[in-house]
């Protein structure tokens, strides 16, 4: 959502890092939307009906945003979101190295449409 908290961002924020950070985190901030939205569009053209996304730390919420862009363009997809974090990553059993998707993720991906 372009500008989603972004003064609230900058109250929080203003005086604890250097003000050109600042500046580079919300004009990143304006961008992304329209970046995850085309690259949604790229992926949806050239998937087939599953799509699997890989995701870590900080990188949940972005792989989270591109999933539910995907599924707003085509609800059909179906997809699983991996979360391998040391915490987070569950084992399909004990001797397994796969990660298996979550129920929360997968029904985190199927409630989006």
Excluded at 16 to 31: G, K, N, P, Q, S
Excluded at 51 to 76: H, M, V
Aim: proline share 4%; net charge positive; hydrophobic share 40%.
């Amino acid at each position: 959502m372009r500008g989603w908290r972004a003064a609230e961002f900058r109250e929080a924020l203003t005086g604890r890092i250097d003000a050109e950070r600042l500046e580079l985190c919300l004009r990143l901030h304006d961008l992304v939307p329209d970046w995850i939205s085309s690259y949604a569009k790229e992926i949806a053209d050239t998937a087939g009906g599953l799509i699997g996304f890989t995701t870590t730390f900080q990188q949940n919420t972005a792989s989270l945003a591109l999933a539910r862009e995907l599924k707003q363009l085509d609800p059909a997809l179906r997809g699983c979101v991996f979360s391998c974090a040391a915490r987070t990553c569950a084992r399909s059993s004990a001797s397994s190295a796969r990660p298996r998707c979550s129920p929360a993720a997968s029904t985190r991906w199927r409630s989006s449409s």
